[in-house]
C-alpha cells in the first residue's frame, strides 16, 4: 500500500504543479496584465473599449519596444472625454494603480488555484480507482496474510481463553433457547411481560458477545471492551426487571418503541444526504 500512496502522492503534486503553472502561464502573461491596468484606468474615467480597440490594445502591449499608449476614442468616447475637460484618452500609471493591480491578480490567482484544486482532485481520484483496482488482489492478499499471522499470533497467547468465552456463549445461548421453548407457552397464557422482556435482552446479549468474541479474536481490545460495557448494561437492566413486576417490563419495552420512532425519524432525515434508500410514510408509521 506505501508504494501506490507514494507514487499516487508524487503524480498528484506534479500533475497539481503542471496545472497550475500552465494556468498562471497562460492567464498572467506581461501583456494581460497591461491590458487589465489599462482597461481599469480607462474604466476610471467612465469609459469601455470597444471589442476592435482592445484588439489592437493587446497587439500593442505584446511588442515589447512600445513607448506609449494610444487610444483613438470613438464619437460616444470622445463625448464623455468632453465632459470630462479632456481631449483624449491619457494614461498615467501610478503606484496606486500597481497597488490594485497587484491585488486583482491576487484574487484572480485565488480563483485559478481553486480550480485547478477541483479539477486535480477529480482527475486524481479517478486515476487512483483505477491503479487501486488493478493492484488489488496483491493487495489485498498481502494485508490478509499479515491479518491471519496475527490472528496466528494471537490464538497462541489468547486462544484457550477465548476458546473458553466461546464455549460459554454457546452454552448460553442454547439455554435460553431452550428455557425459551419450554416456558413461552405458560408466559404467554399469563401475559407474562417480565418473561418476555427478559428473554429479548438475552437474545441482545448473545448477539453483544458474539460480536466481542470476534473483536477479540481479531485484535481489536478496546472496542471489544466497548461491547462489553453494553454487555454489562444488559445484564444489570435484566437483573432489575427481573426483580420487579409486568408494569415495569412493559414500560421498558414501550420505551423501546420511542427509541425506534427517534431512530426511524434520524434516518428521515438524513437518509437523502448519505444517499440510503428513503422511507415511505407507511412504513414510518407501522
Excluded: C
Excluded at 5 to 19: G, I, N, P, W
Excluded at 41 to 56: C, D, E, F, M, W
Excluded at 149 to 160: A, M, P, V
Amino acid at each position: 500500500m506505501g508504494g501506490i500512496e507514494k507514487t499516487m502522492k508524487d503524480e498528484t503534486l506534479d500533475k497539481f504543479s503542471d496545472l497550475f503553472s500552465e494556468a498562471i502561464s497562460k492567464f498572467f502573461t506581461i501583456d494581460r496584465l497591461l491590458l487589465l491596468l489599462v482597461k481599469d484606468k480607462v474604466k476610471s474615467l467612465g469609459l469601455s473599449l470597444t471589442r476592435t480597440q482592445k484588439k489592437k490594445l493587446a497587439t500593442l502591449l505584446q511588442e515589447s519596444n512600445f513607448e506609449s499608449i494610444t487610444i483613438q476614442p470613438n464619437r460616444q468616447q470622445k463625448a464623455q472625454l468632453k465632459k470630462l475637460g479632456l481631449e483624449d484618452i491619457s494614461l498615467e500609471i501610478n503606484d496606486a494603480d500597481i497597488a490594485s493591480l497587484e491585488s486583482r491578480v491576487t484574487g484572480l490567482i485565488k480563483d485559478v488555484s481553486e480550480s485547478t484544486v477541483d479539477h486535480t482532485l477529480n482527475s486524481i481520484s479517478v486515476d487512483l480507482v483505477k491503479e487501486w483496482k488493478k493492484q488489488a488482489k496483491p493487495i489485498l492478499r498481502e494485508l490478509r496474510n499479515e491479518r491471519r499471522k496475527f490472528n496466528d499470533y494471537n490464538n497462541k497467547i489468547w486462544g484457550r481463553a477465548l476458546s473458553s468465552l466461546e464455549a460459554f456463549i454457546d452454552i448460553s445461548l442454547d439455554t435460553g433457547m431452550l428455557f425459551d421453548q419450554k416456558f413461552r407457552p405458560t408466559a404467554t397464557e399469563e401475559n407474562d411481560i417480565v418473561f418476555n422482556a427478559l428473554t429479548r435482552l438475552h437474545a441482545r446479549s448473545s448477539q453483544v458477545s458474539s460480536e466481542i468474541l470476534i473483536l477479540l479474536h481479531n485484535g481489536f481490545a478496546d472496542g471489544a471492551h466497548a461491547r462489553w460495557r453494553t454487555l454489562h448494561e444488559l445484564s444489570v437492566i435484566a437483573s432489575f426487571i427481573a426483580h420487579h413486576d409486568n408494569e415495569l417490563a412493559e414500560r421498558y419495552l414501550a420505551h423501546s418503541i420511542i427509541a425506534d420512532y427517534r431512530r426511524a425519524g434520524e434516518y428521515r432525515k438524513y437518509s437523502d444526504i448519505l444517499s440510503y434508500a428513503p422511507m415511505s410514510d407507511d412504513v414510518f408509521i407501522s
